[in-house]
C-alpha cells in the first residue's frame, strides 16, 4: 500500500508546478485594476488631510487673532489706568509740593517769631532779672483779686497777697515800698472780714433733710364738736315729745356717723399717698438751699428755706418736740447770711498794674528794636 500511494503523491506535487505559468498573469491584471483605484483613494486622503488642516490650522489662527484682539484691549486700558495714575500722581505731588512750601514758609515765620521772643528773653534777662519778680507779684494780686470776688475765699486771697509781698521783698528795691504798703493795708481789710463757715451750714441743711421722716402730720381735730351737741338733752315735757325723738334718733345715728363743723382757717386734710410728696418736696427744697450755700446765692437760700418753714407749720405738728426744733433751726439757718461783705478792691493791684506797663510792657516793645540796631 505504501508503494501505491506514492507516485500518486508524486503525481498530486506535480499538478502545481503545471498551473504555476497561468497564475501570475491574473495576479498582473489584477494589479492593473487596483492600481488606479488605490491612487484615487490616496489623492483623497491627502485632499482630506489638506482640508483638515487648514480648517485646524484656520481654526488656530482666528483663536489666535482673538487672543491678540484681547491682549490689546487690556494693554490699551493698562495704558489709560496708568496716564490716569500719572496724572493723579502728578496732582498729588503737586499738592504736595504746595503744601510743602506753605510748610516751609510757615516754619520760617515760627523760627523768626523764635528769634524774636529769645531776644526779647535775653534782652529781659540780661538788662532786669528781677522784673520777673514784679510779674509773679502782679499775678498773686490778681489771683488773690479773683478768689475774694469770685469764690469768696478770703484766707486764700490774703495768702496770696502775702506771697506777693514775699516776691516784692526778694527784689530789695526801695522804690517798691508804696507798693509794698499797700499789700500790707490789704491784708489787714481782709482779715478783719467776718468769716463764715459755709461747710458747717451746708451740713445743718443737710441734717435737716435727714430729719424730715421724723415730723408727724397734724390731725386737723382739735377741739371739733359735733353738730346740734348743745341740743342733745331729752325734754321733760309730755308736749316735746316729738323734739325728744329726734334728740333720741340724732343720738342713736352718731355711733355711726359724725359731722364737724370747720371754719374757712383750717388747713386742708392731707390724702395718705400725699405724704410722701410732700417729705420729698421739703427734702428738695432744702438740697436747692444746700446748693445755694458754694455759690452765695442768698435770695434762693432764703427762699428754700421759707417755703420749708410754710410747708412745715401747715401740714405739721408744731406742739411736737421734733418739729419745734426742726422749725427752731431753721429759722436759724434762715436768718444766717451766705454772702461775706468783702471789699470791691484792692489797692495794691492798680498800683502794681501801673508799675508792670513802665517796666514790663514797655520794655517787652523796647527789645525789637535792640535786636534790629544790634
Request: aromatic share 4%.
Amino acid at each position: 500500500m505504501t508503494e501505491q500511494n506514492t507516485p500518486s503523491a508524486a503525481v498530486e506535487e506535480s499538478n502545481p508546478a503545471v498551473e504555476s505559468p497561468q497564475q501570475p498573469a491574473a495576479d498582473h491584471r489584477k494589479g492593473k485594476n487596483t492600481g488606479p483605484v488605490l491612487g484615487a483613494i490616496a489623492i483623497v486622503l491627502v485632499i482630506a488631510l489638506g482640508a483638515g488642516g487648514y480648517y485646524h490650522t484656520h481654526q488656530q489662527a482666528q483663536t489666535l487673532i482673538a487672543a491678540n484682539q484681547a491682549l490689546q484691549q487690556q494693554l490699551a486700558e493698562l495704558k489709560q489706568s496708568q496716564q490716569q495714575e500719572k496724572s493723579a500722581l502728578e496732582g498729588l505731588l503737586q499738592q504736595q509740593g504746595k503744601t510743602l512750601e506753605a510748610t516751609d514758609r510757615e516754619q520760617t515765620s515760627l523760627v523768626r517769631q523764635l528769634n524774636e521772643l529769645q531776644d526779647k528773653v535775653a534782652t529781659i534777662s540780661g538788662s532786669d532779672a528781677k522784673t520777673w519778680l514784679l510779674a509773679q507779684a502782679d499775678f498773686l494780686v490778681k489771683m488773690a483779686g479773683r478768689k475774694l470776688w469770685s469764690d469768696q475765699d478770703v484766707t486764700t486771697a490774703a495768702a496770696l497777697l502775702k506771697s506777693a509781698d514775699a516776691s516784692l521783698a526778694e527784689m530789695n528795691d526801695p522804690s517798691l515800698i508804696d507798693i509794698r504798703r499797700a499789700i500790707t493795708e490789704d491784708v489787714g481789710t481782709l482779715s478783719a472780714v467776718a468769716q463764715i463757715d459755709f461747710d458747717g451750714i451746708i451740713l445743718k441743711v443737710n441734717q435737716l433733710s435727714n430729719q424730715v421722716d421724723d415730723l408727724r402730720l397734724a390731725d386737723n381735730n382739735r377741739d371739733e364738736r359735733p353738730m346740734d351737741e348743745d341740743d342733745g338733752e331729752l325734754s321733760s315735757s309730755l308736749s316735746e315729745w316729738r323734739q325728744n325723738l329726734t334728740k333720741s334718733w340724732h343720738n342713736f345715728m352718731a355711733d355711726f356717723i359724725t359731722v364737724r363743723r370747720r371754719d374757712s382757717s383750717a388747713e386742708p386734710l392731707l390724702a395718705p399717698n400725699q405724704d410722701v410728696y410732700l417729705r420729698e418736696n421739703i427734702r428738695s427744697r432744702l438740697l436747692v438751699a444746700a446748693q445755694a450755700i458754694p455759690r452765695h446765692q442768698n435770695e434762693v437760700y432764703k427762699q428754700s428755706l421759707e417755703t420749708v418753714s410754710t410747708w412745715v407749720r401747715a401740714y405739721f405738728d408744731t406742739t411736737d418736740p421734733a418739729t419745734k426744733a426742726f422749725l427752731e433751726e431753721l429759722d436759724n439757718l434762715s436768718q444766717q447770711s451766705i454772702s461775706m461783705d468783702v471789699p470791691g478792691q484792692l489797692k495794691s493791684q492798680p498800683m502794681l498794674e501801673k508799675l508792670m506797663q513802665t517796666r514790663v510792657r514797655n520794655l517787652l516793645a523796647q527789645a525789637p528794636a535792640t535786636h534790629q540796631e544790634g
